[in-house]
């Protein structure tokens, strides 16, 4: 069993910048592939970014590429989300999620991920 703790959302100005952290426990950090996906009221939940588990490749949504971007430190069993130039559109429930894998694969669709944090609120104003 995987536990995943994110943190770091919150109240931005469009424009800004938040940092969302999400912290892994109960498996190795590195036979896992990672990912952040979202969710906004009334709406379904949607794919954000995704890292291989070495951490080599990433994969981003057309709607976020240029601005976020998703890193992590296997040392530290932590993957990470930059976010950048914020947008009111932004604003949504952002989950940390992971995949048992031991390829080289990232993965863009949640029915792929098998753990779920518990997600943290990102708000961004105009």
């Known amino acids: 069993q995987v536990q995943l703790v994110e943190s770091g959302g919150g109240l931005a100005q469009a424009g800004g910048s938040l940092r969302l952290s999400c912290a892994a426990s109960?498996?190795?950090?590195?036979?896992?592939?990672m990912g952040w996906f979202r969710q906004a009221p009334g709406k379904e939940r949607e794919f954000v970014a995704a890292?291989?588990?070495?951490?080599?490749?990433?994969y981003y949504a057309d709607s976020v590429k240029g601005r976020f971007a998703i890193s992590r430190d296997n040392a530290k069993n932590d993957v990470y989300l930059q976010m950048n130039s914020l947008k009111p559109e932004d604003t949504a429930l952002y989950y940390c999620?992971?995949?048992?894998?031991?390829?080289?694969?990232?993965?863009?669709?949640?029915?792929?991920?098998?753990?779920w944090g518990q997600g943290t609120q990102v708000t961004v104003s105009s």
């Open positions: 999620a992971a995949a048992r894998t031991y390829s080289d694969a990232y993965y863009s669709t949640a029915r792929q991920y098998d753990y």
């Open positions: 109960g498996r190795t950090f590195s036979s896992l592939a």
């Open positions: 890292i291989t588990r070495i951490g080599i490749r990433t």
